[in-house]
């Protein structure tokens, strides 16, 4: 292992987002297929309710949201599109709080 790797691995806070990054890859695309099950429709950027319905996204897509999230890159094309994925993503902005704290 070169050094370089061993500071990374050693370094608790880097490996406290990667392992959040992983958990809330999960819970985002956990949230799809439950948003799907249901028949939720899509919110608007003025929070109201469209006539379109969610469309799960794919754990690729769940782990690029995630990503753009936990290193507050944003980026703006990616939003949740309805109140439980908008939920799972405040749990992930606070939990980036809770890192910091430690």
Do not use: C
Request: net charge positive; proline share 4%; no cysteine.
């Amino acid at each position: 292992m070169s050094p370089l790797e061993y500071k990374i691995i050693k370094n608790t806070k880097i490996m406290a987002h990667l392992k959040i990054i992983i958990l809330f890859t999960f819970l985002y695309w956990i949230g799809g297929k439950i948003e799907k099950h249901y028949n939720l429709k899509i919110i608007d950027e003025n929070g109201q309710e469209t006539d379109k319905y969610v469309i799960p996204i794919s754990l690729y897509d769940a782990l690029y949201f995630s990503l753009a999230t936990q290193t507050t890159v944003g980026y703006g094309k990616n939003t949740p599109p309805s109140r439980v994925t908008q939920t799972i993503n405040i749990f992930q902005l606070l939990s980036i709080f809770g890192i910091y704290l430690l």
